[in-house]
C-alpha cells in the first residue's frame, strides 16, 4: 500500500507542473493605458508576411511561445478551442515562436498543426518590443491596433473566464 501511493504521489508530481502550467488563476492584466502594438514583419511557414497593419478591424491574440517550453505547447489546443467559439467573430491570433528557427518551428508545425499562424521569430526582436519576459506571454489586442490585455504563464484559453474577457473587446454588433 505505501509504495502504491509512492508511486502514484511520485506520478502526481511529474504531472502536476504541466498540469498548474495552463490553470493558471490569476485574471489576465488590464493594459489601462492601452499601449499600441509594436510594429513587427514576421513571415509564417508558408512565406505570408504579417504585419500589425493586417489586424486592423479585428481583435487579435498574440501569443509569444517557443517549442521548448512546456506551459507554451500544452496551452496551444485550448488556443484552438477559444478560436472555434469565436469563428464568426473578427478574431485573429498569431503565435509567434521567441528565439525559434524557421527549421525549429517547422518541425514542431509538422507534429502539431495549428490552425493558427506560427511565426519565427529568430533573433528575439519582436518579442523584445513587446516586452516579454517569459513565456508564454499573450496580448489582447484591439480592432485599432492598441494592446488591451496582457496574460504570463499558460492559460486554458477556452476557459469561461477568458472567453468572457476577450468577449469585452470584440465589437458590439
Known amino acids: 500500500m505505501q509504495r502504491r501511493n509512492f508511486l502514484l504521489a511520485l506520478g502526481m508530481s511529474a504531472v502536476a507542473p504541466l498540469a498548474t502550467a495552463v490553470e493558471i488563476t490569476t485574471p489576465v492584466e488590464s493594459l489601462s493605458d492601452r499601449p499600441p502594438m509594436p510594429d513587427f514583419q514576421l513571415t509564417d511557414l508558408d512565406g505570408k508576411v504579417y504585419r500589425p497593419e493586417d489586424f486592423r478591424g479585428r481583435v487579435l491574440i498574440?501569443?509569444?511561445?517557443?517549442?521548448?517550453?512546456?506551459?507554451?505547447?500544452?496551452?496551444?489546443?485550448?488556443?484552438?478551442?477559444?478560436?472555434?467559439?469565436?469563428?464568426?467573430?473578427?478574431?485573429?491570433?498569431?503565435?509567434?515562436?521567441?528565439?525559434?528557427?524557421e527549421k525549429q518551428v517547422r518541425e514542431f508545425a509538422a507534429e502539431n498543426?495549428?490552425?493558427?499562424?506560427?511565426?519565427?521569430?529568430?533573433?528575439?526582436?519582436?518579442?523584445?518590443a513587446f516586452g516579454v519576459t517569459g513565456l508564454p506571454t499573450t496580448f489582447v489586442v484591439d480592432g485599432g491596433g492598441n494592446m488591451v490585455f496582457r496574460a504570463e504563464g499558460g492559460r486554458q484559453w477556452d476557459s469561461e473566464r477568458l472567453l468572457r474577457t476577450i468577449s469585452l473587446v470584440l465589437p458590439k454588433s
Open 62 to 101: 498574440v501569443n509569444f511561445w517557443a517549442t521548448w517550453c512546456p506551459p507554451c505547447r500544452a496551452e496551444m489546443p485550448s488556443m484552438e478551442r477559444m478560436l472555434e467559439n469565436f469563428k464568426d467573430a473578427p478574431l485573429a491570433l498569431i503565435a509567434i515562436a521567441m528565439g525559434q528557427t
Open 113 to 128: 498543426p495549428h490552425s493558427f499562424p506560427l511565426l519565427p521569430d529568430p533573433d528575439g526582436k519582436v518579442s523584445e
